[in-house]
């Protein structure tokens, strides 16, 4: 069975920095594309990032307007982990963070979710 | 960016009734559109995608049609499970956007 599990997330202070970690399991990582969805505390669903998938070093990355240029998204694809690097972090950064699969490619709909990890900024 | 508005925000209903949720695009999507369900402290469950297309082991109650704009989920026989809040989410352009959500409460 497919399973993505999210971790990293905690108590921030604004400016501070955080690196959020997201291990698959029960399918092929490399083969798929992923991102990184989150909620902010009861809002709706906003997309931050997404990598593509395939064999190879040459992984194309997106990014949400509002987190270009402070967060990176980068993929292991040995360990099976994705990441999500935040810097420069914001109280509007708080939310909580989702990894989500691609049904194939990243911009495909998302068919597998992580249970979410939290990421509070505040001091 | 494509702007997607659902509607309505919220509805009371009860078990047994057929409900239907709305989505609009600020522009085209084509068929480019996913729903999900979400529960309380839980990640979103992909429902429906490329908008009619049954997700592997949702029930048959749940459906989705549209094109361009205009989209619907219709649920045929609320069961009590199915009280969740339900988002679509186009996947047409970058960045990928979501509606804001319609909250399907017990009457």
């Known amino acids: 069975e497919a399973e993505l599990l999210e971790s990293g997330g905690g108590l921030v202070q604004p400016g501070g920095s955080l690196r959020l970690s997201c291990a698959a399991s029960?399918?092929?990582?490399?083969?798929?594309?992923m991102s990184w969805v989150r909620q902010a505390p009861g809002k709706g669903l906003q997309w931050v990032a997404a990598i593509s998938g395939g064999a190879g070093d040459s992984a194309n990355t997106y990014y949400e307007a509002s987190v270009k240029g402070r967060f990176t998204i980068s993929r292991d694809n040995s360990r099976k982990t994705l990441f999500l690097q935040m810097t420069r972090l914001t109280a509007d950064d708080t939310a909580v963070y989702f990894c989500a699969k691609g049904v194939d490619r990243w911009e495909d709909a998302f068919d597998i979710w992580g249970q979410g990890t939290l990421v509070s900024v505040s001091s | 960016d494509i702007q997607m508005a659902q509607s309505p925000s919220s509805l009371s209903a009860s078990v047994g009734d057929r409900v239907t949720i709305t989505c609009r695009a600020s522009?085209?999507?084509?068929?480019?559109l996913n729903w999900y369900q979400q529960k309380p402290g839980k990640a979103p469950k992909l429902l429906i995608y490329?908008?009619?297309s049954l997700r592997s082991g949702v029930p048959s109650r749940f459906s989705g049609s549209g094109s361009g704009t205009d989209f619907t989920l219709t649920i045929t026989s609320l069961q009590p499970e199915d009280f969740a809040t339900y988002y679509c989410q186009q996947s047409y352009s970058t960045p990928p956007t979501f509606g804001g959500g319609t909250k399907v409460e017990i009457k």
């Open positions: 029960g399918f092929t990582f490399d083969s798929y594309g």
């Open positions: 490329a908008a009619s």
């Open positions: 522009q085209s999507a084509s068929t480019s």
